[in-house]
């Protein structure tokens, strides 16, 4: 005998078998039992999740032998029949290869037609939404009143596709996608009466994989267990998805909290040679955060018993960073198709986490490692060569060294505040926003919207705040009312953010004054370089020139 899938050897036939849906099977079964049916029933939901099989069973319990009800026997000839699909009135139409009006037609005509066998002719339309709309138009009379023994079943994966006309006829269910308990408590029930050895995590990867469709999980678990050779281990399943264990996305985390650059790639590399699909690790992070959040802003939320470092990493990253860790491995998911390959995109991704870390407060990056200075490399000194000057360093080609630049102009800081001394709200004017900034401590995302906003008015004690229209999707809660509680601790008294679009008013920004101040410097170090005697004296006398983007102005 020739081997059946999982998903057909297993599929449910009866509503009892049905995993999930339980919304679904009490609406039918009440309907069925008080004998209340409606003429035309519209099943939606995404694959896999029993849109078909529910229509199966619903025309069994219309047409079984043994009576009309919500249990069909499942023995009698009937039963046997839908099971094995060869009833001859239950009609079942792919919509997606019958798209015309002409097979629409054909339905229609034969619906006037008595059932040949049972009590009811039933037409299962599988992925309706396909239909031409010349199609609907020939089936709308028909759906809205048919004969008394015709019952319309439809399915769609698209339910938006569907004109409303169609929609009014029909009572619509929505199937919800499985959870991965639900699939994992199906796939054990089938390995343990198939006899199949089985470790709980190889479940819980697979059920994971199946993304709420239990059909997609079972073609899984026939592939994993021919993948292992009959048994099912976890290693052989991650190798199989191209998956990794959590302990490899919490070591990620890990080294991002310590803010330890050289150990992240290390972690990279490691999960690297497991050859994984690297969408499904960030998919696996974005998890991980997830979690680690809800430990942190959920109370009496607690992870999985005996899993300490969810806790462990909910203690040492603070909330917003969590937030914005999340937001960039969503955002990294997407991009990999724009990466030049798939482990660049996710290593550019962690990178950026470790690029936006806070910093501790003072100005420098928490834990975060130091850049090593660049050495100037050897330069010669020809005869007519001038001494260099001492407001610059030459580079020239081949070898390009960093310009210790005549330090740039800078933007005029703002005199400290008295420790702990509010910055006060004049009555004839606004405050120094960057001086607000540095007294709030406004550091991480919070900071990041701080410095590009600009303080352009007060109205009682609500600050207005103007920022790009590009940047307007930043000023969200929690994010504004964290920030207004740090700027009224720093103000001794409660403030309010109201922020308004406004292209014009980002010129004003710290932001933007901080880049027109790091353009000014990195001009200046240019000039410094092209005026220097030396580096004139190479270029005249050996053909040298200055390499682009080699030169950097000094950080004082």
């Known amino acids: 005998m020739s081997y059946q899938v999982l998903a057909r050897k297993w599929r449910p036939r009866k509503f009892a078998e049905l995993v999930g849906q339980e919304h679904v099977v009490r609406a039918l079964t009440n309907a069925l039992d008080s004998g209340r049916m409606h003429h035309a ?138 959870l991965p308990e639900q699939i994992a408590g199906q796939m054990r029930h089938i390995l343990g009466a198939e006899g199949i050895e089985f470790e709980d995590a190889a479940i819980g990867e697979l059920a994971h994989a199946a993304d709420g469709s239990l059909r997609d999980g079972l073609s899984l678990l026939d592939q994993a267990i021919a993948y292992g050779g009959g048994a099912l ?19 990620v ?17 490691r999960i690297a040679s497991f050859s994984p699909d690297f969408g499904g690790v960030l998919d696996d992070l974005s998890g991980v955060l997830h979690r680690v959040q809800l430990v942190q802003l959920v109370p009496g939320y607690r992870p999985d018993e005996g899993d300490d470092a969810l806790a462990a990493l909910a203690e040492r990253l603070a909330p917003e960073d969590v937030q914005l860790y999340y937001q960039i491995a969503t955002t990294g998911r997407r991009d990999l198709a724009l990466a030049p390959d798939a482990r660049t995109g996710f290593e550019m991704a962690l990178l950026r986490m470790l ?31 001038a001494p260099p000057s001492p407001a610059a360093a030459p580079v020239a080609a081949p070898r390009a060294a960093s310009s210790p630049a005549a330090p740039p102009p800078r933007p005029a800081a703002p005199a400290p505040a008295p420790a702990r001394a509010p910055v006060a709200l004049r ?42 229209p590009a940047h307007m999707h930043l000023a969200v809660e929690p994010m504004v009312g964290q920030m207004a509680d740090r700027i009224g601790e720093a103000l001794g008294e409660p403030v309010r953010l109201r922020f308004v679009s406004d292209a014009a008013g980002s010129a004003h920004t710290p932001a933007a004054r901080a880049a027109s101040a790091r353009s000014a410097a990195q001009s ?7 005026d220097d005697p030396l580096v004139q004296a190479l270029k005249r006398d050996f053909g040298a020139r200055v390499v682009p983007g080699s030169i950097k102005p000094v950080e004082h």
């Open 41 to 178: 029933y519209l099943f939606t939901g995404t694959r896999g999740v029993g849109k078909t099989t529910i229509a199966r069973i619903f025309a069994k319990s219309l047409n079984c032998e043994r009576g009309e009800s919500a249990d069909p026997c499942g023995e009698c000839p009937v039963c046997t029949a839908v099971d094995a699909g060869r009833f001859v009135d239950l009609l079942e139409i792919d919509a997606a290869s019958n798209t015309g009006v002409d097979d629409v037609r054909e339905v229609i005509e034969n619906a006037q037609y008595a059932p040949s066998r049972g009590r009811f002719k039933v037409y299962l339309v599988d992925e309706v939404h396909m239909l031409s709309k010349p199609a609907f138009n020939a089936l709308l009379k028909t759906l809205e009143e048919p004969p008394p023994h015709v019952k319309f079943l439809l399915a769609t994966t698209d339910p938006q596709k569907l004109p409303v006309t169609v929609l009014s006829r029909c009572l619509k269910f929505n199937l919800k996608r499985l």
């Open 524 to 530: 200046a170090a240019e000039q410094a370089i092209e």
């Open 427 to 468: 009555a004839d004017g606004l405050p120094d926003w960057e001086a607000m900034i540095e007294q709030a401590n406004l550091r991480g995302p919070l900071g990041q919207l701080a410095q590009n906003s600009a303080l352009c008015g007060r109205e009682g004690n609500t600050l207005v705040l103007a920022l790009q």
């Open 233 to 251: 281990k976890a290693e052989d399943v991650r190798a199989m998805l191209g998956s990794v264990e959590r302990g490899q996305v919490l070591g």
């Open 253 to 269: 985390l890990d080294a991002l909290a310590d803010g330890d650059g050289a150990r992240l790639l290390a972690e990279c590399e």
């Open 355 to 385: 690029a936006f870390r806070p910093d501790d407060g003072e100005g420098a990056a928490a834990s975060r490692p130091a850049r090593p200075p660049a050495a100037a490399a050897p330069m010669p000194s020809p005869s007519r060569a």
